[in-house]
């Protein structure tokens, strides 16, 4: 394909709520600008974007798709993006490798949670950003509503660029507010339109949204406000000129309308995305610990990130990357910054969707794939090795949900290990642990359709099944005074017998003091060389509980006293011996149950705060501070573990999926007396049945 300068590419990540038809609005762009020959529907999963088997099942975006096409001279790259949260991943990750952002917003639903969400993620970024107001053509849609709530949510400087003609059924086409003429589209065509008389109802609208579009334009460049001053207008180029300059500060923020199903108003979106989204030279890219910055430019060194990485079975890992810098070449050696080590490229590709075209190079500004890199990971940094630099990786959020999983069959457990770790790799917001201490494998990620996602994945990709269950909860048991026991034991079976004798004491150590051991013979009265035997006892006996067989922590251990038989002893039995002494210790020491707790942050808008705040409090949620955060409030608190499973999908359950959540672990803290006695119970229960 034609190569393309930096300046004449706009890269573009679509995001919005689900269901706003994102994916429609790529087809209708990639349709009209001769990229495909047809507008697949997200019904029939015959769409450019969507085509894992799970995207056409449930009929949804799941992960980020790229694809390409050209308009006036331009090269367009569109990263259509999830709507759902669980996929937040995806969409950070395509925000993070493009110049602009089109919110994409349901004409009869205007700002839903997932618009106020990525709406978030555009201005942390301080990216430009256009919204789109799709489904024009469908009963209730309502323009001038729509433009009303993003004016509320998001300021003034929200600018109509369109208004419809029409809406719900009789959408037909749009008035172009920059060049003051109506276009009529034909439903389901090219894209083409025809220049018509704009309706009388809509003249004084017209006029007026003009003008406020004039002068906003005027404003951002000193030259053009003293021609409007002078003369009360400005040309469409000149329009395109002030507002670009306002859209690449994030100032002005232009709404353009359009049924992406029928086609109708694409081509004029088309227009302003390329008249409004900067270009990649104007927006250097930073970089790790300098105050340098990557210019889009080919004739420099090379520097690229890999944001996305899609494993297929017949080629391997697709490396999605963007090149920021200079020219990859396909052959050449490269230098990965992140990790210390050299890659050879091999064969590069530019994408629509699924569909790869093979280029010998992708430069400066531009947006491809590699494969077969051996060392390369989502978030690396592939560079030229004699001038080094390190691009920020995504900032991927932690995970909010946990499951335990273990496998439907005996036998699986190397699969699915090798499973779950490829999966990783193609997902930053999907984690997996092993965890000894419970003895379960966890795998955790932003919510339930996200773990069952890539569980579904793991059997049609790997041919491993595996059943999701509750984790259980690492109680620890600790001690609360101090106590000491005798720990005798004798055996005789006619040849050598086994003796071993201590006395040991137990204290209480402060909340997370581990564990000390001390040895305070004297004497002799228990030979040196047993000594560790007895250690290695407590330490056995701590490891498979007293109370109900979880680890005893924080306490301190003193070998006072004991004996020994110059024949019979030996380090078996003096093992055995500090075992019996610490059981019998420690359960006069007045045994207690610890569970973890975990800092909470909540953050959720003003109107459900009563409602979160309640729900926090009956799950023996400790408060610990509040702080408004934008439209948001931010609740700041300390909860068990035990009653957190799920809450995520809880939060967003209460909160009309407004809510979100983070949490850390914090510290052990004693069970209360009812609850421990109910957890005691069920560990004996347990045992009982192994």
């Given at each position: 394909?034609?190569?393309?300068?930096?300046?004449?590419?706009?890269?573009?990540?679509?995001?919005?709520?689900?269901?706003?038809?994102?994916?429609?609005?790529?087809?209708?762009?990639?349709?009209?600008?001769?990229?495909?020959?047809?507008?697949?529907?997200?019904?029939?999963?015959?769409?450019?974007?969507?085509?894992?088997?799970?995207?056409?099942?449930?009929?949804?975006?799941?992960?980020?798709?790229?694809?390409?096409?050209?308009?006036?001279?331009?090269?367009?790259?569109?990263?259509?993006?999830?709507?759902?949260?669980?996929?937040?991943?995806?969409?950070?990750?395509?925000?993070?490798?493009?110049?602009?952002?089109?919110?994409?917003?349901?004409?009869?639903?205007?700002?839903?949670?997932?618009?106020?969400?990525?709406?978030?993620?555009?201005?942390?970024?301080?990216?430009?950003?256009?919204?789109?107001?799709?489904?024009?053509?469908?009963?209730?849609?309502?323009?001038?509503?729509?433009?009303?709530?993003?004016?509320?949510?998001?300021?003034?400087?929200?600018?109509?660029?369109?208004?419809?003609?029409?809406?719900?059924?009789?959408?037909?086409?749009?008035?172009?507010?920059?060049?003051?003429?109506?276009?009529?589209?034909?439903?389901?065509?090219?894209?083409?339109?025809?220049?018509?008389?704009?309706?009388?109802?809509?003249?004084?609208?017209?006029?007026?949204?003009?003008?406020?579009?004039?002068?906003?334009?005027?404003?951002?460049?000193?030259?053009?406000?003293?021609?409007?001053?002078?003369?009360?207008?400005?040309?469409?180029?000149?329009?395109?000129?002030?507002?670009?300059?306002?859209?690449?500060?994030?100032?002005?923020?232009?709404?353009?309308?359009?049924?992406?199903?029928?086609?109708?108003?694409?081509?004029?979106?088309?227009?302003?995305?390329?008249?409004?989204?900067?270009?990649?030279?104007?927006?250097?890219?930073?970089?790790?610990?300098?105050?340098?910055?990557?210019?889009?430019?080919?004739?420099?060194?090379?520097?690229?990130?890999?944001?996305?990485?899609?494993?297929?079975?017949?080629?391997?890992?697709?490396?999605?990357?963007?090149?920021?810098?200079?020219?990859?070449?396909?052959?050449?050696?490269?230098?990965?910054?992140?990790?210390?080590?050299?890659?050879?490229?091999?064969?590069?590709?530019?994408?629509?969707?699924?569909?790869?075209?093979?280029?010998?190079?992708?430069?400066?500004?531009?947006?491809?794939?590699?494969?077969?890199?051996?060392?390369?990971?989502?978030?690396?940094?592939?560079?030229?090795?004699?001038?080094?630099?390190?691009?920020?990786?995504?900032?991927?959020?932690?995970?909010?949900?946990?499951?335990?999983?273990?496998?439907?069959?005996?036998?699986?457990?190397?699969?699915?290990?090798?499973?779950?770790?490829?999966?990783?790799?193609?997902?930053?917001?999907?984690?997996?642990?092993?965890?000894?201490?419970?003895?379960?494998?966890?795998?955790?990620?932003?919510?339930?359709?996200?773990?069952?996602?890539?569980?579904?994945?793991?059997?049609?990709?790997?041919?491993?099944?595996?059943?999701?269950?509750?984790?259980?909860?690492?109680?620890?048991?600790?001690?609360?005074?101090?106590?000491?026991?005798?720990?005798?034991?004798?055996?005789?079976?006619?040849?050598?017998?086994?003796?071993?004798?201590?006395?040991?004491?137990?204290?209480?150590?402060?909340?997370?003091?581990?564990?000390?051991?001390?040895?305070?013979?004297?004497?002799?009265?228990?030979?040196?060389?047993?000594?560790?035997?007895?250690?290695?006892?407590?330490v056995a006996a701590m490891s498979e509980g007293?109370?109900?067989?979880?680890?005893?922590?924080?306490?301190?251990?003193?070998?006072?006293?004991?004996?020994?038989?110059?024949?019979?002893?030996?380090?078996?039995?003096?093992?055995?011996?500090?075992?019996?002494?610490?059981?019998?210790?420690?359960?006069?020491?007045?045994?207690?149950?610890?569970?973890?707790?975990?800092?909470?942050?909540?953050?959720?808008?003003?109107?459900?705060?009563?409602?979160?705040?309640?729900?926090?409090?009956?799950?023996?949620?400790?408060?610990?501070?509040?702080?408004?955060?934008?439209?948001?409030?931010?609740?700041?608190?300390?909860?068990?573990?035990?009653?957190?499973?799920?809450?995520?999908?809880?939060?967003?359950?209460?909160?009309q999926g407004r809510g979100t959540h983070k949490?850390?672990?914090?510290?052990?803290?004693?069970?209360?007396?009812?609850?421990?006695?109910?957890?005691?119970?069920?560990?004996?229960?347990?045992?009982?049945?192994?």
């Open positions: 394909m034609k190569e393309y300068a930096p300046d004449k590419i706009r890269n573009i990540a679509l995001v919005g709520h689900q269901d706003t038809g994102k994916t429609m609005v790529s087809e209708a762009i990639l349709f009209t600008t001769g990229a495909t020959s047809r507008i697949g529907r997200v019904e029939d999963g015959n769409t450019i974007m969507d085509t894992t088997p799970e995207e056409i099942e449930r009929q949804i975006s799941i992960q980020a798709s790229l694809a390409y096409c050209e308009f006036k001279n331009h090269k367009i790259n569109l990263i259509d993006t999830p709507g759902y949260e669980d996929f937040v991943g995806e969409v950070l990750g395509g925000l993070d490798v493009v110049e602009g952002a089109v919110v994409v917003i349901r004409a009869e639903g205007g700002v839903e949670v997932g618009t106020e969400k990525v709406w978030e993620y555009v201005r942390e970024r301080g990216l430009p950003a256009v919204f789109c107001v799709n489904k024009m053509d469908k009963e209730h849609a309502a323009f001038d509503k729509c433009l009303e709530q993003l004016h509320e949510h998001f300021g003034r400087t929200v600018l109509a660029m369109q208004i419809p003609i029409g809406e719900g059924e009789s959408f037909k086409g749009v008035i172009d507010l920059v060049d003051g003429k109506g276009y009529e589209y034909t439903a389901g065509g090219k894209g083409k339109s025809k220049e018509i008389p704009i309706p009388d109802d809509l003249k004084d609208k017209t006029e007026k949204l003009r003008r406020e579009l004039f002068e906003t334009a005027a404003e951002n460049v000193e030259a053009l406000m003293e021609k409007y001053l002078e003369s009360e207008t400005l040309t469409p180029e000149e329009v395109y000129q002030g507002l670009s300059v306002g859209v690449a500060a994030g100032d002005i923020f232009p709404v353009f309308c359009m049924s992406a199903e029928s086609n109708i108003g694409t081509s004029h979106f088309l227009e302003g995305l390329i008249g409004l989204v900067p270009p990649p030279t104007l927006r250097p890219q930073k970089l790790v610990d300098s105050e340098d910055t990557l210019q889009a430019d080919m004739s420099k060194s090379p520097a690229a990130k890999i944001f996305k990485n899609v494993s297929e079975s017949h080629v391997g890992d697709m490396l999605y990357l963007r090149a920021y810098q200079g020219t990859l070449a396909g052959g050449n050696d490269i230098f990965n910054s992140t990790r210390n080590a050299s890659e050879r490229l091999g064969q590069l590709f530019f994408l629509q969707g699924k569909n790869r075209t093979e280029t010998e190079k992708i430069g400066a500004g531009d947006i491809g794939a590699a494969v077969k890199l051996k060392s390369a990971r989502i978030g690396d940094t592939l560079c030229d090795r004699s001038k080094p630099v390190t691009i920020p990786p995504t900032d991927y959020p932690l995970p909010s949900i946990y499951s335990a999983i273990a496998g439907a069959a005996k036998g699986d457990e190397d699969k699915i290990g090798a499973g779950l770790n490829r999966l990783k790799e193609e997902d930053p917001t999907f984690d997996v642990k092993v965890d000894n201490e419970i003895r379960q494998t966890l795998i955790s990620g932003q919510g339930e359709l996200h773990l069952e996602i890539l569980v579904g994945r793991l059997k049609s990709r790997y041919g491993v099944e595996v059943v999701m269950s509750k984790p259980r909860i690492p109680y620890k048991e600790t001690i609360a005074k101090t106590a000491q026991a005798q720990g005798k034991y004798k055996k005789q079976t006619g040849g050598r017998g086994q003796y071993g004798d201590v006395w040991l004491k137990v204290e209480p150590l402060p909340r997370g003091g581990d564990f000390e051991f001390v040895n305070a013979i004297v004497g002799g009265v228990v030979p040196g060389k047993f000594i560790p035997a007895v250690e290695k006892g407590v007293v109370l109900a067989g979880y680890p005893v922590v924080d306490l301190k251990v003193t070998l006072y006293d004991g004996g020994y038989h110059t024949v019979d002893s030996s380090e078996q039995a003096f093992k055995v011996a500090g075992s019996m002494s610490f059981k019998k210790a420690a359960t006069d020491a007045k045994l207690v149950l610890l569970e973890p707790i975990m800092n909470v942050e909540v953050k959720v808008p003003e109107e459900f705060m009563g409602d979160v705040m309640g729900d926090l409090s009956g799950r023996r949620g400790k408060i610990q501070g509040m702080e408004p955060q934008g439209r948001f409030n931010v609740v700041r608190c300390q909860v068990p573990l035990a009653e957190l499973y799920r809450y995520s999908t809880h939060l967003r359950s209460i909160t949490r850390e672990f914090s510290h052990y803290e004693e069970v209360p007396h009812d609850s421990a006695q109910k957890i005691i119970e069920e560990a004996k229960k347990e045992k009982e049945k192994e």
